[in-house]
């Protein structure tokens, strides 16, 4: 049993090794190609995508089953995704279209990795600046409607740890109010396999579930989120027990 748990920590170690390595390639490979149009860089950091989980798959033996693929709309939408790990932010981008995210602007500043993903185009905001950040979404949200790009949403703000929730973030609800755009809700139990501030990554195999399309229009962006929210409550209830609501700490404005 040691031994095994043993050898199991050196193919964490190993993955890790991988993160290291390719990291830095794919990033300059992304930024110098700056000039291209988006698809183009979006299709070269979709081979790093696909080169982690096959890599978390290999050598951790951590996979994903995703159910309500039929879910999935026609032209952009605005996803809202339970935040518990990276490994959700991995695989969202295996089965849906081209997508962006709503982010902190701190993770910009991470070299390679914060300078590869700028050139993906994300929404980053400063997350105390209030009503200006959900204004930043909601401009720039519809300029990548426009484009065709969907943008993803973690709607709590921040990662969860398993069986809990706080309240939702205006930002995504008022750029789907604004615009019209369909809510696609996604649950999922990632976080028991990949938590985050942990070294240990489980296998298994986790599930991803994708909710039917909210129709936004003539819903207020309150409504938008407690629709969202409630589809999404049951299906973690579903795949992995209840949500348990946590205070949510103060802030300057209304949050993003």
Request: charged share 20%; aromatic share 10%; with cysteine.
């Amino acid at each position: 049993m040691l031994g095994r748990m043993r050898f199991h920590t050196f193919r964490v170690f190993l993955y890790y090794s991988v993160c290291v390595v390719t990291i830095p390639i794919y990033a300059l490979i992304v930024i110098l190609l700056t000039p291209a149009p988006f698809r183009f860089r979006y299709a070269i950091a979709m081979r790093w995508i696909r080169l982690q989980y096959r890599a978390l798959s290999t050598l951790v033996g951590l996979r994903y089953e995703v159910e309500g693929l039929e879910n999935i709309p026609d032209g952009a939408a605005v996803l809202y995704c339970k935040h518990q790990s990276m490994i959700e932010c991995i695989t969202t981008q295996m089965f849906l279209p081209p997508q962006t995210w709503v982010l902190k602007r701190e993770l910009l500043w991470v070299p390679m990795f914060g300078w590869g993903l700028a050139q993906l185009d994300p929404i980053a905001i400063n997350r105390s600046a209030g009503r200006s950040a959900v204004e930043q979404i909601v401009e720039q949200g519809k300029a990548l409607f426009r484009r065709g790009i969907w943008v993803v949403i973690f709607p709590e703000g921040t990662r969860m740890p398993p069986g809990q929730t706080r309240r939702y973030g205006m930002g995504g609800a008022v750029l789907a109010s604004e615009t019209g755009v369909p809510v696609v809700p996604l649950a999922h139990n990632a976080g028991r396999f990949w938590l985050q501030g942990r070294f240990d990554i489980l296998p298994g195999t986790f599930r991803m579930r994708i909710g039917p399309p909210i129709d936004t229009r003539g819903l207020s962006p309150e409504e938008i989120n407690a629709r969202a929210k409630a589809w999404i409550n049951q299906a973690m209830a579903e795949i992995d027990g209840p949500e348990q609501e946590v205070a949510r700490p103060n802030h300057n404005g209304p949050t993003p």
